[in-house]
């Protein structure tokens, strides 16, 4: 059932509703059996783990230790964790309370244009069958943006604008400390993210909630996916779900209560020539206990040119924008992302601009 507010006001969105009315169309054949056979086949792992004060504080050859161990993370897993990465643990947990508090706000006032000056989603509205539902939501918010006015009134939600500018910030110094590290063994300066246009006001804040679902058995909280960008920080909190693709076999990440989940983005895996790897990555459904992360996207401008390490690349020259285009029309037409695959030299994809 879904959750509900003061008054029986219903907080969660028409999830049940989307599931039912893409069973009845058949997009749920053969997908129970599928899944099911997909978890019992699914093991929990410890990814690897980085310690980032190390990396900032340690001797030389703790430094280079730590490069190297970042550097193989990023190449094996495409997904790493992180920890004594300056994050405060109260500012964290201040972060959970006031996003719990967002999300269950009445759905009405969540789906209003407007909210935080972002974009609030849920489900997939491109979604042709059960496969391609996610069971989430959530406000995809520009950093640029976070700082507005309060929107359409609510007084309750005022102190989410400072805890969201705390927490943007403090995940951009982890993610620009990480793509650095990585850009530098690869033969770069540790500026990298400034380099490639990553200041910090082209980024974006995500905040995903995922409810308890009464389909858990053939759903997925989130579809899987690798991430349009060129890095992403997450907090995730304990009840876990998130899977990763490794070895063409889905793992299932631990929660570790004091890391943030660092992963490669498409860019980063263009931009090091295939040297890191982009994975894709999906969250599982939970029957009894809604799940909560935030996730910080460390993008560049939209004109601005993905580059290369080092040439020759594999891939012919694009920019953020026309990659982020190309994404939404397979998406639109094939219900599915292609991502990097597009822009390969020989691909037969030719709208990019010369």
Known sequence: MPASGEGGTTTDPPLVDSYRTLLRKGGGDGFVPALAAESLAVLECDLPMIDLERLMMGDARERGVCMDAMASAASEWGFFQVINHGVGQELLEEMRREQARLFHQPFNIKEKAGLLNGSYRWGTPTATSLRQLSWSE??????ASISGEDDCGHAELSSLRGVMQEV???MSRVADTVAGTLAKNLGHE???PAAAGCDGTTCFLRLNRYPACPFAADTLGMVPHTDSDF???????????????KDSHWVAVKPHAHALMVNVGDLFQAWSNNRYKSVEHRVVANSKAERFSVAYFMCPPCDSPVGTCAEPSPYKPFTFGEYRRKVQEDVTRTGKKIGLSNFLKGSTFDGLAE
């Open 190 to 192: 540790s500026t990298f």
């Open 138 to 143: 959530a406000f995809h918010v520009p950093l």
């Open 168 to 170: 943007a910030a403090a």
């Open 231 to 245: 890095l992403t920080v997450l907090c995730q909190d304990q009840v876990g779900g998130l899977e990763i693709m």
